[in-house]
């Protein structure tokens, strides 16, 4: 698919520009660019290097003083230099030797595939990328962003995702919070309880999707009276009973972060609040709430997060759908006559896969990932932020 | 009489155990829904999805169809899935271990600020990459020759570079705690650099070794968004999320299929889980607050 794409996009230049090579021609610039930083690249790692090192070899084997600064000492020969810092048998230069050895394969796997990823997708996301991958994609400066902000979907996506976090963390937290209270509790089977609350963040999101389609399309209609319409038909519902089945995934894994959070609380104070006469509602809210806040923290971290880089759940229980029509105040802040349909639950990480794989606008796509990362550094830093003011040190 | 035995039974904690028990059941009862409907066939799925099934014996036909059938071939994807996470599971933490290491035990400018370098990839979300990382496997093909893209290559290879983060973190806290003595003595033994790591450092690090492995090998396994970019969900090899989507988006609504692959696919980690709950649960939550 993505190959015929390719050839697609290369009729539409040839149709557009007469032929390649005008095609060529006008994007002189950004291929004189590239030409000369791979020229750099290229450079730096098939001739500065190797000649580096040629020098301090030949310098070695005839013993040549080459004088080079030598900012810990004093004027030394980089011969020396080279030899005692990186050839010897010293402690020293073997020390030097393992860590470039060691640390090699995983920075050099890190920095490939993350951060220069990171930082040409920055790159990316102001070219016209269309997946063609030719390297003559033209710098189109902002306007992806701009154009990000003029697409509805998108819009729509962002302002769902913010719902849907918002619920799915409070659902979760409280779910968990319970569940955590309810097996710190001196109960003969409570580990067993741990176990089976647990059990269900094993399961794939991806799979776990299937399994709830099933149960809402399915078994709970097939009961029939009130429930014969599954909640996944209906735009509103739709999101609920996404937030159900990732509160079933997600909240045995948190349950296990507050349960080790209430197991640190001191027994004493709690003693101590039950003499004073606190019922069991006082002593939650004004002993154990603050000293588990720090949980709160790194739960509610970790929610947000997940809940905002959903993908595969949503993929497999209604694939982004079902349809319903944009929200009022959406329609006529972009001036729409009518309200168009847009899938309900097509969160910002659907509508990023989306706008490069269905639409070949790679770039716009990039654009939005790149939003989206801002947006959700802000909004995890706000919350820590946030939170870590209302910690108690003991 | 009668009284103050129902007092003695119904005491609060006897009515917890019995919440406890009931939402325990509520946790148990999709997985129930899936083990019975995998083991109907396709019409009685229909009429009755969630009394018992009349055959149990039609799970195994079940299975048998999804071992078979060509586009779902269980078997080559169990078997792909297992070899991606192994080999990056196994690479990630040498790897990540060896860094770790070295970074701890070196105390210079340089080691704090790769320290640094690594930290800051834990901030940055899959989906801000991914586009990119695709061009990258794509430009690495056309470079060397070797199929990054659509086989497990790539796979391999980009799950070491996002696995490292973490692990390496993880790792970093844990050789602060291991004095250098031992490594000392080693060294006065006669030990290079590298043999004390292989042979001292290694098997010290057991403890955190195994909550790495559990934290990355339930996302590798699990994953789905990035063999689908790399492999892509029409290929030749699959991994078991990807060969359970296509199913389901091919076949559609062919439920008991469905499910018996939905069920052999969770299959594997829930009888990990069954013999190794203690070392699952302690690593996935004690990776996730570090």
Excluded at chain 1, 42 to 69: C, E, H, N, Q, T
Excluded at chain 2, 105 to 133: C, D, E, H, N
Aim: aromatic letters at 14%; one cysteine or more.
């Amino acid at each position: 698919m993505f190959l015929f794409q390719g050839a697609q996009n290369e009729l539409n230049y040839i149709a557009v520009y007469g032929n390649l090579s005008t095609f060529e021609k006008e994007n002189g610039l950004k291929t004189l660019m590239q030409k000369i930083l791979y020229g750099v690249i290229s450079g730096v790692m098939f001739i500065i290097i190797p000649f580096i090192a040629l020098i301090a070899l030949i310098a070695r084997l005839f013993k040549i003083d080459i004088y080079a600064f030598d900012p810990m000492k004093q004027r030394k020969p980089i011969a020396t230099y080279v030899v005692s810092r990186w050839m010897g048998n010293s402690g020293k230069a073997q020390h030097n030797r393992t860590f470039s050895l060691f640390l090699m394969p995983s920075l050099s796997a890190f920095s490939l595939f993350v951060m220069f990823t990171f930082f040409h997708g920055i790159f990316l996301s102001m070219t016209n990328w269309d997946g063609l991958n030719t390297g003559k994609e033209i710098f189109v400066g902002l306007s992806n962003y701009m154009s990000m902000f003029r697409d509805y979907g998108f819009v729509y996506s962002l302002y769902k995702t913010i719902i849907y976090s918002v619920l799915n963390i409070f659902a979760i937290n409280i779910v968990a919070f319970f569940l955590a209270i309810l097996v710190t509790q001196n109960l003969k089977l409570k580990n067993l309880y741990r176990a089976g609350f647990f059990l269900p963040n094993l399961i794939g999101g991806l799979v776990l999707g299937y399994i709830w389609q099933f149960i809402f399309n399915r078994a709970i209609t097939s009961l029939g009276g009130s429930f014969a319409t599954s909640l996944l038909v209906n735009g509103d519902s739709a999101l609920l009973g996404l937030i159900i089945v990732i509160t079933w995934q997600y909240a045995g894994y948190i349950m296990m972060i507050y349960i080790a959070a209430l197991q640190n609380v001191p027994q004493d104070l709690v003693e101590a609040s039950k003499i004073d006469g606190a019922n069991a509602y006082q002593r939650l809210r004004t002993v154990i709430l603050p000293l588990v806040a720090q949980a709160f923290t790194v739960s509610m971290f970790l929610t947000l997060v997940t809940s905002f880089k959903q993908y595969d759940t949503v993929i497999s229980l209604t694939n982004g759908g079902p349809g319903t029509l944009l929200p009022q105040w959406i329609t006529s802040w972009f001036g729409l006559a009518a309200r168009p349909a847009v899938g309900s639950n097509n969160l910002i990480a659907l509508n990023i896969y989306q706008e490069a794989f269905a639409r070949y606008q790679l770039g716009v796509g990039q654009a939005k990932a790149i939003v989206f990362f801002v947006f959700l550094l802000a909004v995890s830093l706000l919350q820590v932020y946030y939170n870590k003011r209302k910690e108690v040190e003991l | 009489m009668e009284r103050s035995w129902l007092r003695k039974t119904f005491t609060p904690l006897f009515l917890l155990e019995i919440l406890g028990f009931g939402l325990m059941i509520a946790f148990f009862l999709p997985i129930v829904l899936v083990i019975i409907n995998a083991s109907k066939d396709a019409a009685e799925i229909i009429r009755t999805p969630l009394s018992s099934p009349t055959d149990w014996t039609n799970l195994f036909k079940n299975i048998k169809e999804i071992m078979t059938r060509d586009n779902i071939n269980y078997l080559s994807a169990f078997i792909n899935s297992f070899i991606i996470t192994t080999s990056s599971l196994i690479l990630i933490g040498v790897f990540s271990a060896m860094a770790a290491w070295i970074l701890v035990r070196t105390k210079t400018r340089y080691s704090m600020w790769i320290f640094m370098f690594f930290l800051a990839g834990m901030v940055i979300p899959f989906q801000v990459v991914m586009l990119p990382l695709v061009r990258l496997l794509e430009t690495l093909r056309h470079l060397t020759g070797i199929p990054f893209k659509d086989t497990y290559y790539g796979v391999i290879l980009a799950y070491i570079g996002f696995g490292t983060p973490l692990s390496v973190f993880m790792f970093h806290g844990f050789i602060k705690s291991i004095p250098i003595d031992i490594e000392e003595a080693a060294i006065i033994d006669g030990c290079s650099k590298p043999q004390v790591f292989f042979k001292i450092v290694l098997p010290i690090l057991k403890p955190i070794f195994v909550t790495m492995l559990v934290l990355n090998g339930m996302w590798i396994w699990n994953d789905y968004l990035l063999p689908l970019l790399v492999i892509g969900i029409g290929g030749a090899v699959k991994t078991l999320p990807l060969s359970v989507a296509s199913l389901a988006g091919f076949y559609d609504k062919e439920w008991a299929l469905i499910l018996t692959s939905v069920l052999m696919a969770a299959l594997p980690v829930l009888i990990l889980f069954l013999f190794a709950q203690k070392h699952i649960i302690k690593g996935m939550t004690s990776g996730a607050i570090k």
